[in-house]
């Protein structure tokens, strides 16, 4: 069984920044991509970012490329979104999840992928 508990998220003004992070436990495979999902009030869920095992590479919706940032610690099986000049339209709950085993380079975009998801974690993001 694979944990994965988010936090970082907050209220915050419009053009603020927010680091989220989200902490993997339990047994995790040995190579395995991580994402990030968001889900805005009355709308689905949505890709944002993903990140392969390896860190090299990595894959973003096109709405958030120029402000968001995935990046991983493998040591502490950590996965983090950097947000930079956040909008009112960011507003969401975050999801993080982990796949099972995937090549070292692998990421992944589509939610079915991901076997293992947080609970969430609310930035809301006022103007």
């Known amino acids: 069984q694979v944990q994965l508990v988010e936090s970082g998220g907050g209220l915050v003004q419009a053009g603020d920044s927010l680091r989220l992070s989200c902490a993997a436990s339990?047994?995790?495979?040995?190579?395995?991509?991580m994402g990030w999902f968001r889900q805005a009030p009355g709308k689905d869920r949505e890709f944002v970012a993903s990140?392969?095992?390896?860190?090299?590479?990595?894959y973003y919706t096109d709405s958030v490329k120029d402000r968001f940032t995935i990046s991983r610690d493998n040591a502490k099986n950590t996965v983090y979104l950097q947000i930079d000049s956040l909008k009112p339209e960011d507003t969401a709950v975050y999801y993080c999840a982990a796949t099972g085993w995937v090549p070292s380079s692998a990421v992944m975009t589509a939610a079915y992928r991901y076997n293992h998801w947080g609970q969430g974690t609310q930035v809301t993001v006022s103007s």
């Open positions: 990140i392969s095992w390896s860190g090299g590479n990595k």
């Open positions: 339990g047994r995790t495979s040995s190579s395995y991509a």
